[in-house]
């Protein structure tokens, strides 16, 4: 009954959201009341899940969204962002933008908190997307979608990858070299396949489209901007997004190669890194622009900021009160291999397991290290490499990131689009990611020996 009324739960978010026009943070704490109740976690314990889920998520992420979109709203008011897209769109046509930006993410940023590479990527997207036509938008935001993600299941050093490959025992250099193998090809294709998907008629930008007033504020108060008086060289005005990826980057490599100690920890440390950033974002303003320009932006972004974080906290909240119910332990009872399954049997084993928890948990970490720990005492029986079953469950993990995520609101709110169009620019690229890699590690199964 658990997994029913999770099902339940987040149909009616869902339902609430794009039929009913509920706002999504009354939707959000409706569906936690209702799976909290449902399924016995209690009327207190339901509401101080709710209420901590919220704070656990903002201790996770609420710095690093305010400083990203600071950066990004200081950026844009240099007109950093616009020469950096015209630059991209000159260099390599906007026809092949949209697979460079899902292969850079996948391989040379796996190492970045995918929060962090959400909120300092948005922008870009957003800038270069009317340069693209009508399916701009949707097409930019699925390629951050593939990059991001596939690169955090798939890379090394890419969080969910590190946990797979920890748990079941999977050297990093073997996980590395196979996972470079699934990952972008993962990327680029899937961004084709949703571009192809685009050309039906999906997006509907009346209804896919919703830019929040604070989005649309910044945009209109940056578009009656001279950019014409803001004199600061490209490479230069880019140094507040590159220096704090440079950090964290290798706070990640000093921790892969261990000789990570207190001083990198602080260097690579996400928080500290994008402040650093806005340090610099906002040293420049006041050179270039002046104190007054300099201020307005700060304000413009921080009007943006409020309602990213109230969102994305209370889609925390779903996420905290799903972890009350128990509903992982449900799951893995429900499993188990038999040895000697077929190679196809068994990956799509793999990958169902994990598929399945992530649609119900709504983290892809979680859903990972669940489906690992189900998995790894029957590892040695099943018959197939150890690196191809840890490719399936990151596949699997991956599948279909829905309205119980954070990531999931977040992507809404910096990407400007609704929750309809989160729906496909998210939801659906990531299952299509998801499927996409599939093949590719079934031929690995076969390739690489047990």
């Known amino acids: 009954m658990t997994i029913l009324h999770a099902c339940i739960a987040i149909a009616a978010v869902v339902l609430l959201i794009i039929w009913l026009k509920v706002e999504p943070v009354i939707a959000l704490v409706v569906g936690s009341l209702y799976l909290g109740l449902a399924t016995g976690v209690g009327p207190v314990p339901t509401v101080e899940a709710i209420a901590t889920g919220f704070g656990d998520i903002m201790a996770e992420v609420g710095l690093l969204i305010g400083f990203g979109v600071l950066i990004g709203s200081l950026l844009f008011a240099l007109g950093a962002l616009q ?8 260099v390599l046509g906007p026809g092949r933008l949209p697979y460079a930006i899902s292969a850079a993410l996948t391989t ?9 590479q959400l909120v300092l990527a948005s922008p870009l997207a957003r800038s270069a997307a009317p340069a693209l036509g009508v399916n701009g938008l949707p097409l930019l935001a699925g390629s951050l979608t593939a990059g991001i993600l596939v690169g955090y299941v798939f890379v090394i050093p890419g969080l969910g990858t590190l946990s797979i490959a920890g748990l079941l025992g999977i050297p990093l250099g073997t996980m590395l070299v196979f996972g470079l193998i699934v990952g972008p090809a993962t990327a680029v294709i899937a961004t084709y396949v949703f571009k192809l998907v685009l050309r039906t008629g999906l997006w509907t930008p009346e209804r896919d489209e919703r830019e929040t007033e ?24 880019l140094l507040p997004v590159l220096v704090p990826l440079v950090m964290i980057a290798f706070g990640a490599i000093a921790d892969a190669a261990g000789f990570d100690n207190e001083i990198t920890d602080f260097i690579g440390n996400a928080v500290f890194a994008l402040f650093v950033g806005l340090v610099g974002a906002y ?5 270039s622009l002046g104190r007054e320009r300099t201020d307005e932006a700060v304000t413009r972004g921080l009007n943006t900021t409020g309602q990213i974080l109230l969102i994305t906290g209370v889609g925390g909240s779903l996420g905290a009160v799903i972890g009350e119910t128990g509903l992982a332990d449900t799951l893995g009872g429900l499993f188990s291999a038999e040895a000697g399954a077929p190679v196809v049997l068994t990956i799509l084993l793999a990958w169902f397991i994990a598929a399945l928890l992530h649609f119900a948990i709504g983290s892809i970490s979680v859903a990972a290290i669940a489906a690992a720990g189900i998995i790894n005492p029957i590892l040695g029986d099943l018959g197939v490499a150890p690196v191809v079953v840890g490719l399936a469950i ?6 279909a990131l829905q309205v119980n995520s954070n990531f999931f609101w977040m992507f809404q709110s910096l990407l400007g689009v609704s929750t ?5 620019a998210l939801t659906l690229v990531t299952a299509i990611a998801s499927m996409v890699s599939l093949p590719i590690i079934v031929v690995l199964g076969f390739l690489v020996p047990a």
């Open 83 to 90: 020469r950096l897209v015209q630059l991209l769109l000159r």
């Open 108 to 116: 040379l940023f796996p190492s970045i908190y995918v929060d962090v």
């Open 214 to 237: 604070a989005l649309l504020e910044n945009e209109r108060a940056l578009a009656a901007q001279d950019d014409d008086e803001v004199d600061v060289p490209l490479p230069v005005s």
């Open 283 to 287: 040293v420049l303003g006041r050179r």
């Open 394 to 399: 990151g596949a699997g993990a991956l599948f």
């Open 420 to 424: 309809q169009g989160a729906l496909k």
